[in-house]
Structures are given as C-alpha cells and as structure tokens.
C-alpha cells in the first residue's frame, strides 16, 4: 500500500480501529464522540456536568424592565426560559505570563463550557452551575430541584464545524458574574 497516493482507506482503516462505532464514511462522528464524553457509553463514566441554561427572548421585556432606566431591577430585563443540559467545563486558557500561579496573583473569572451542537447557545446568554450530589446521572434534575450556585455571562460563541459546515459542538466563552438572579 502507498501511503503518499491515496490515504483514504488508510485513514478509514486506522480510524475504525481507535474509534470503535464512532466513524462513518465522512470520518470520525464527532457529535456521537462528544456525547460520549458528557454521557459516558459502556464502562466509561460520564464526565459531563449538569448547568441551567438561561435562554432570553430579547424580543419580549420582563415584569423587572424599568422603562426609565432601561435596565431590569430586581431581576432580568428579558424574558427567559431555562434548559438543563450536560456540559464539560474548563478554565479559560491563560496568557503566558500568568502560567505560573504564585501567591497573590488572581486567577481568572473566565471558563469556556463545550455543548452540543443543538443547543445554539447565544450571546448574553446565562449559564448557571448547580448544587448536585452526583452529576453522573444521566438523567436531567428537575428545575424545582436544583440549586443555582455561580452565574456565567456568555461572551462568545464559536461553533466548531467539519465537513459541509456542520457544526459539531459549540465552545462557548463565560465570565463569572456575582449578581445571582
């Protein structure tokens, strides 16, 4: 076999064999590969955490919308609806300067959250971490059940895309924020 022609069935092959189930003809899966991840698949655990996802409808102001000020007071000032759905959660990547965390020195208030591909997550968007137990329970808790711990504000939004511009997960860029409606 050349390997420098045509690397197609090579690339199949070799893709097959690390990636059990997850590769079709257009390559490895990588929304069935992330799902796994949040989800865990056979022996391996889940390492997805459940977040509320606050949607506003920015078309649609709520009971808290001050028309003098044009701020919400006491709560927000659009209407929302929340969603809960598993995430993986790192830290921001930070400059090289700040590499080397020595006392006195801040860490930084920004986290990216990688979602699937169908949630469509938007700009000033929340997302709030939970107070659970046990997040390896693939089955959602109920809003009514949950206690919201830390507010994110959604910054940015970048879908990460492969062939024909499919999006196959989001990386969404949040600051913690300390108001806690």
């Known amino acids: 076999m050349n390997f420098f022609v045509n690397t197609t069935s090579?690339?199949?092959a070799l893709s097959s064999s690390l990636y059990p189930g997850l590769v079709d003809v257009n390559g490895i899966n990588l929304k069935e590969e992330f799902r796994r991840i949040l989800y865990g698949y056979g022996s391996t655990l889940p390492k997805g955490n459940w977040i509320v996802y606050r949607r506003f409808d920015?078309?649609?102001v709520s009971q808290y919308y001050d028309p003098v000020t044009r701020e919400g007071v006491g709560g927000p000032k659009y209407n929302a609806t929340n969603e809960i759905f598993k995430v993986r959660k790192i830290?921001?990547?930070r400059s090289d300067t700040d590499?080397?965390?020595k006392p006195g020195i801040t860490i930084s208030d920004k986290f990216v959250y990688y979602v699937e591909s169908h949630i469509q997550p938007k700009l000033l968007d929340e997302i709030?971490?939970?107070n659970l137990a046990d997040h390896s329970s693939n089955v959602a808790p109920r809003y009514e059940d949950v206690e919201l711990i830390e507010r994110y504000i959604i910054e940015r939004v970048h879908p990460y895309r492969l062939e024909n511009g499919v999006i196959q997960?989001?990386?969404v860029?949040?600051?913690f924020s300390n108001i806690k409606y």
Request: aromatic share 14%; proline share 10%.
């Open 10 to 12: 090579t690339d199949a």
């Open 58 to 60: 920015r078309t649609s």
């Open 91 to 93: 830290p921001s990547p």
């Open 99 to 101: 590499v080397e965390i």
């Open 128 to 130: 709030f971490e939970i």
């Open 169 to 171: 997960y989001w990386a």
């Open 173 to 175: 860029v949040c600051t």
